[in-house]
């Protein structure tokens, strides 16, 4: 007999109508003699909503009660599909996380899942029960709620899969696998048969929304293959393994792009040993995420200029922090809002010469203009203007003979 952890998104679970569909696909697998765990989460639009709601009370929400709040939305999906199978004639029970419980470490909003009580789990799944357990959430050492960081029903699935030893682990969602690029934004995308863990990472955390990038890590740390598929189509899906055999003979497996990014930079800062520190230190402690960064080399020795990049709901503070930073001096300092960083990404490029070229040479042909550059071993990012990322995947895509 098999354990099999289903989880369903909140677009696969957005309904009544949704909640009594995924419910069929439960039933099929308990009825093929699974051993059925279900991870749930809230329905599309609630952790939106509960989050506007928290801003509406406090522009300085108090952290620990922000994350009692957002993790309520999963409690209602989970009684929803549990009453649901309940009502079809099998053995069900919600659970939520501090009732198993599932212990987390580190700060609220952004927690990881450190274990899973299985004990009664195990002994309901043997008697036959379908357990349907809350995603996103968990508690820490000092039994408060914490949740693992938006999207986090997904890292929930991974550590059930982990901890109760499944044999499967399959992501339902609102697309049948993971494409070349996100399917809703390009209509030549395809799909991807089978991923390596260091792929889907990159393409995860370049802005591909279909896995969140803390559960890929999870995944690769306890090497749990992962299914994507479809809760709206039966049709085969993208399996995320770390198996090394050879998939195709792609160079480039995907393409990503983000939304909303800015870039700052700062015009003829004064050089010397510890200026970087210096001004990335107030945005560290102010929890700024900076993304890009590039520092000229100062040709006089004395003075350099240094760009990066950070979300632009965050380029007011920065503004203000790099204004008030005492410890650095420049001649000028200027922002720009609207960009979009759009990667390229695949393991055959550390074999294959000439990609870099390749992909500039791209985008010149349609006339985009590349402000920032980054690149790791198996990716390629550029940080163009945002009214041209459609065209800039368009030509990448085809360049790269992903369609
Ligand atoms: P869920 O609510 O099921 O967790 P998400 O909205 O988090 O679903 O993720 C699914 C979405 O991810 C799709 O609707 C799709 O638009 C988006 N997406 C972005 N990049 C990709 C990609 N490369 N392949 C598939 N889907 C992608
Ligand atoms: N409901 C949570 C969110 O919207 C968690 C999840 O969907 O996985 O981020
Ligand atoms: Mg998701």
């Known amino acids: ?38 991870v749930s989460s809230a329905m599309s639009g609630v952790t939106n909503e509960l989050v506007n709601k928290s801003k509406l009370i406090s522009n300085n929400f108090d952290r620990a009660e922000y994350d009692v709040l957002v993790s309520t939305g999963e409690q209602v999906s989970c009684a929803l599909i549990a009453g649901r199978l309940k009502h079809n004639g099998f053995k069900s029970r919600s659970w939520t996380s501090w009732q198993l419980p599932i212990l ?3 700060p609220y909003s952004s927690a990881r899942i450190s274990s899973v009580g299985i004990k009664e789990l195990n002994k309901y799944i043997k008697s036959g029960g ?27 699935a991974i550590m ?9 682990c399959i992501i339902y969602t609102d697309v049948d696998g993971v494409y070349t690029t996100d399917p809703r934004q390009h209509n030549k995308a395809k799909k991807i048969k089978k991923i390596l863990y260091d792929e889907m990472l990159e393409m995860a955390s370049l ?20 299914k994507v598929k479809s809760s709206f189509v039966s049709k085969s899906g993208t399996l995320i393994t770390g198996s090394n055999k050879v998939f195709s003979n792609q160079i480039i497996t995907g393409i ?68 008030k930073n005492k410890s650095i001096s420049y001649k000028k300092l200027s922002f720009d809002k609207d960009l979009s960083k759009v990667s390229i990404i695949g393991v055959g ?5 000439g990609i870099t070229y390749r992909m500039f040479q791209a985008l010149a042909s349609k006339k985009i203009n590349i402000l920032v550059i980054s690149t790791s071993e198996i990716k390629i990012s550029v940080l163009i203007s945002s009214k041209s990322v459609k065209k800039a995947i368009a030509v990448l895509h085809k360049e790269f003979k992903l369609e």
């Not at 569909?21 to 699974?34: D, G």
């Not at 003829?268 to 402690?285: E, M, N, Q, T, W």
């Not at 590039?294 to 240094?306: A, C, F, H, Y």
Request: hydrophobic fraction near 35%; charge should be positive; proline fraction near 3%.
């Open 1 to 38: 007999m098999k354990t099999v952890v289903l989880k369903f998104g909140g677009t696969s679970v957005g309904s009544i109508d949704r909640i009594k569909k995924v419910c069929k696909i439960i039933a099929f697998y308990k009825k093929n003699r699974n051993r059925v765990v279900v």
């Open 104 to 106: 987390t470490d580190g």
């Open 130 to 156: 379908i357990p349907i357990i809350t995603g996103f959430q968990g508690i820490n050492n000092d039994f408060r709620i914490t949740t693992i960081g938006r999207s986090g029903s997904d890292a929930t």
């Open 160 to 168: 059930l899969a982990k901890f109760i030893k499944a044999d499967e």
């Open 207 to 226: 802005g591909s929304k279909v896995m969140q990038p803390t559960s890929v890590q999870d995944a690769k740390l306890n090497k749990i293959d992962i």
């Open 256 to 323: 990503s792009s983000t939304k909303n990014d800015a870039k700052i930079t700062i015009v003829g800062v004064k050089d010397r040993p510890g200026v970087a520190a210096s001004i990335f230190r107030p945005l560290s402690k102010n929890l700024i995420n900076v993304d890009m960064v590039v520092q000229n080399i100062s040709q006089n020795g004395k003075e350099t200029d240094l760009t990066f990049t950070i979300k632009s709901e965050d380029l007011k503070k920065t503004e203000r922090l790099i204004k």
């Open 349 to 353: 490029m550390i074999t294959t010469p």
